[in-house]
């Protein structure tokens, strides 16, 4: 498999002087095409910040970052913005939905950002709800639904943009164990049936192993991959 993933030498910072922080300190990985992977590390380790630089979220201080083997430019926020929309689709822990708007609008967001016809958002977005055995929901409101069902409609809105690349910042942090289960068992299924490459930050060691491989972090560099 090719790399869809190049991170190389990375570095970032936060504050100055005696209150500077090394959120990554040359942190360096290869994430294959089609992969599923576990980020992991102690709390200030560089998990998030890593997932954040991979979304096109946060430019970096120093390094280099290669997707699908072209370069991604990390200092340009207008350069980031683009590519995010069009390559990555990220979930939250907190899932990050509208609360006063319906299931379908919070997963048709994305496509009225790109502006597609109300004809293709309505196909697409009900196909992926059928996907997720949530259409039924579409017309509900996010605090009607439990946190496993909020779970899947924050996948939704990232799998509906048809991005290659899904990164999701502690998805199971918010839900009980058997609502874990059945997260992890849909990222299985989005991976092997769609064939999407998935990162996931997590804390949680039975998380990391469900996925293919897990990469390890402490003090902002990869130790372990």
Same mark, same amino acid.
């Given at each position: 498999?090719?790399?869809?993933?190049?991170?190389?030498?990375?570095?970032?910072?936060?504050?100055?002087?005696?209150?500077?922080?090394?959120?990554?300190?040359?942190?360096?990985?290869?994430?294959?095409?089609?992969?599923?992977?576990?980020?992991?590390?102690?709390?200030?380790?560089?998990?998030?910040?890593?997932?954040?630089?991979?979304?096109?979220?946060?430019?970096?201080?120093?390094?280099?970052?290669?997707?699908?083997?072209?370069?991604?430019?990390?200092?340009?926020? @207008?350069?980031?913005?683009? *590519? !995010? =929309?069009? %390559?990555?689709? /990220?979930?939250?822990?907190?899932?990050?939905?509208?609360? +006063?708007?319906?299931?379908?609008?919070?997963?048709?967001?994305?496509?009225?950002?790109?502006?597609?016809?109300?004809?293709?958002?309505?196909?697409?977005?009900?196909?992926?709800?059928?996907?997720?055995?949530?259409?039924?929901?579409?017309?509900?409101?996010?605090?009607?639904?439990?946190?496993?069902?909020?779970?899947?409609?924050?996948?939704?809105?990232?799998?509906?943009?048809?991005?290659?690349?899904?990164?999701?910042?502690?998805?199971?942090?918010?839900?009980?164990?058997?609502?874990?289960? @059945?997260?992890?068992?849909? *990222? !299985? =299924?989005? %991976?092997?049936? /769609?064939?999407?490459?998935?990162?996931?930050?997590?804390? +949680?060691?039975?998380?990391?192993?469900?996925?293919?491989?897990?990469?390890r972090l402490s003090d902002g560099r990869?130790?372990?991959?």
């Amino acid at each position: 498999m090719e790399n869809i993933i190049e991170l190389k030498d990375v570095h970032k910072y936060y504050g100055k002087g005696d209150g500077l922080v090394r959120a990554l300190n040359g942190a360096t990985l290869d994430i294959k095409e089609g992969e599923m992977c576990a980020v992991m590390g102690k709390s200030g380790s560089g998990k998030s910040t890593l997932l954040y630089v991979m979304a096109g979220l946060n430019k970096v201080d120093k390094g280099d970052y290669r997707f699908q083997d072209k370069p991604v430019n990390l200092k340009n926020p @207008n350069a980031l913005s683009r *590519f !995010r =929309k069009d %390559n990555i689709g /990220l979930i939250v822990q907190n899932f990050a939905l509208i609360e +006063d708007q319906t299931v379908f609008y919070n997963v048709a967001l994305p496509l009225k950002y790109k502006g597609l016809s109300r004809k293709k958002i309505q196909k697409r977005v009900m196909k992926v709800l059928e996907m997720l055995e949530i259409s039924d929901k579409a017309r509900n409101y996010p605090g009607q639904l439990s946190g496993g069902q909020q779970q899947r409609v924050s996948i939704a809105r990232a799998l509906v943009k048809k991005a290659e690349v899904l990164l999701a910042d502690e998805p199971t942090g918010s839900v009980d164990e058997a609502t874990e289960d @059945n997260i992890m068992a849909l *990222f !299985r =299924k989005i %991976n092997t049936e /769609l064939g999407k490459t998935i990162v996931i930050v997590t804390h +949680d060691e039975k998380v990391g192993n469900l996925c293919d491989r897990v990469i390890r972090l402490s003090d902002g560099r990869v130790v372990n991959a």
